[in-house]
Every structure is written in structure tokens, then in C-alpha cells.
Nanobody, 120 residues
Framework: VQLVESGGGLVQAGGSLTLSCAASGSPFSILNMGWYRQAPGKQRELVAKITSAGGTINYSDSVKGRFTISRDNAKNTLYLHMNSLKPEDTAVYYC??????????????WGQGTQVTVSS
């Protein structure tokens, strides 16, 4: 599975950005997907995740109510709509694809990341 993120950039606090993650190499509709981020000096953390059919969505408490994860299985693309951005949202954002082989076994695939910088 190959993942390519886009849409990052510099935005002022309170602004909005939409990230995209284009997937190839595997049927997109069977993949559970997620967005993670990593700020300088910090561990990578989950931002939001969505199951293969989009039936279950989870957000970290820090972005709940401001960010929306969605997917278009016809376009093989995952999205992260980010509103009311704060300086603490500044990080490299990574797309994750998780392919479950069994209920207990899965492979994870990561994109190269896209930088989001929020100025105060």
C-alpha cells in the first residue's frame, strides 16, 4: 500500500486546512485508516481514525469538535478537515492504513507525512 499525503501548509490560528491521503496498491475499501501527528520532541499520536466502511470514527480529545475525518472509497482517498486550528496543532501529519489479515494480525502502512504549521 502506498500513501501520499497532501494539503499541509502554514495557517493562522483559527484558520482551516484539509489534508488528503491518496492510497494505491490495495483495495482501499478494506483498509481501516487514520491520521496521526508528531510534533517536535513528542511522540506520534493518534488524531482520528475511521473503519473501512466508515461506520466507526474516533477522535482524540484534543481535536474533537474541530477536526473531521472522512473517506471516499470511490476515490481511494482519506481526508482530514481541520477547523479552528491552534498553534498546538502544529506537527507533521501522517496517514496510516491498517490492513487486517485476521482479527489479531494486521499490517500498518504509513505515508511520508505533511507539515502543518499554525501561527499565533
Amino acid at each position: 500500500v502506498q500513501l501520499v499525503e497532501s494539503g499541509g501548509g502554514l495557517v493562522q490560528a483559527g484558520g482551516s486546512l484539509t489534508l488528503s491521503c491518496a492510497a494505491s496498491g490495495s483495495p482501499f475499501s478494506i483498509l481501516n485508516m487514520g491520521w496521526y501527528r508528531q510534533a517536535p520532541g513528542k511522540q506520534r499520536e493518534l488524531v482520528a481514525k475511521i473503519t473501512s466502511a466508515g461506520g466507526t470514527i474516533n477522535y482524540s480529545d484534543s481535536v474533537k469538535g474541530r477536526f473531521t475525518i472522512s473517506r471516499d472509497n470511490a476515490k481511494n482517498t482519506l481526508y482530514l478537515h481541520m477547523n479552528s486550528l491552534k498553534p498546538e496543532d502544529t506537527a507533521v501529519y501522517y496517514c496510516l492504513a491498517r490492513h487486517y489479515l485476521t482479527m489479531k494480525t494486521h499490517y500498518d502502512y504509513w505515508g511520508q507525512g505533511t507539515q502543518v504549521t499554525v501561527s499565533s
